[in-house]
């Protein structure tokens, strides 16, 4: 089994910054192998994408958070990052943790709630 515990969200004001992590416990026998990202679900609202960091290297990120939000990772510490800047009240959400490993199963967390005041 893998776990996803995420941390770092909380209420900030326009324009602030918050960084969110993601630890990874569990059966990992090699995390350089796993996707990871980063979703987001706002009341109402269907969960969407936010920032993806592949096996291979590459991120990727939605257009909405583009040049603000950066996803990192550390393999040797099992952790996955997003740090947020230039916050907007439109990101307030939960944001999720999501790992996908090399057999096509998905793990998630339990969310984090992020709230970005006017």
């Known amino acids: 089994q893998v776990q996803l515990v995420e941390s770092g969200g909380g209420l900030v004001q326009t324009g602030g910054s918050l960084r969110l992590s993601c630890a990874a416990s569990?059966?990992?026998?090699?995390?350089?192998?796993?996707?990871v990202g980063w979703y987001r679900q706002a009341p109402g609202k269907q969960r969407e994408l936010v920032a993806t960091?592949?096996?291979?290297?590459?991120?990727n990120y939605a257009d909405f958070v583009k040049g603000r939000f950066t996803i990192s990772r550390d393999n040797a510490k099992k952790t996955v990052a997003l740090q947020m800047n230039s916050l907007k009240p439109e990101d307030t959400a939960v944001y999720y943790c999501?790992?996908?490993?090399?057999?096509?199963?998905?793990?998630w967390g339990q969310g984090t709630p992020v709230t970005v005041s006017s």
């Open positions: 999501n790992i996908g490993a090399p057999g096509g199963r998905n793990y």
């Open positions: 569990g059966t990992i026998f090699r995390f350089s192998g796993y996707a």
């Open positions: 960091y592949t096996r291979g290297g590459t991120t």
